[in-house]
């Protein structure tokens, strides 16, 4: 399984960003889809979880502010980020989990200036 994720780039505090990531596997084989964040000297953390039944998991920092969500259709999960903040600055990664393994996707960078 490969994972394309793009959509990263540099924004203000209170500005949006719309990351997306693509399957090589139809998405409906999975058993989720999710998105990982690490800051420079920090540990990956999850920062959303969907489910191929639609229901979704989000880190308290992002709660109100991100949306996870899947296209079916293009296999591509996205990871609507609004609001924010310089907090949120750090590498984003796309993972799945299909017949229970994990594969991830390439990081991609988000940066939010103050």
């Known amino acids: 399984v490969q994972l394309q994720a793009y959509g990263g780039g540099l924004v203000q505090a209170g500005g949006s960003l719309r990351l997306s990531c693509a399957s090589s596997?139809?998405?409906?084989?999975?058993?989720?889809m999710a998105w990982y964040r690490q800051a420079p000297g920090k540990q990956r953390d999850l920062v959303a979880l969907?489910?191929?039944?639609?229901?979704?998991n989000y880190a308290d920092s992002v709660k109100g502010r991100f949306t996870i969500s899947i296209d079916n259709a293009k296999n591509t999960v996205y990871l609507q980020m609004n609001s924010l903040e310089p907090e949120d600055t750090a590498v984003y990664y796309c993972?799945?989990?299909?017949?229970?393994?994990?594969?991830w996707g390439h990081g991609t960078q988000v940066t939010v200036s103050s």
């Open positions: 993972n799945a989990d299909y017949w229970g393994r994990n594969f």
């Open positions: 596997r139809s998405i409906r084989s999975s058993n989720t």
């Open positions: 969907i489910t191929t039944g639609g229901n979704t």
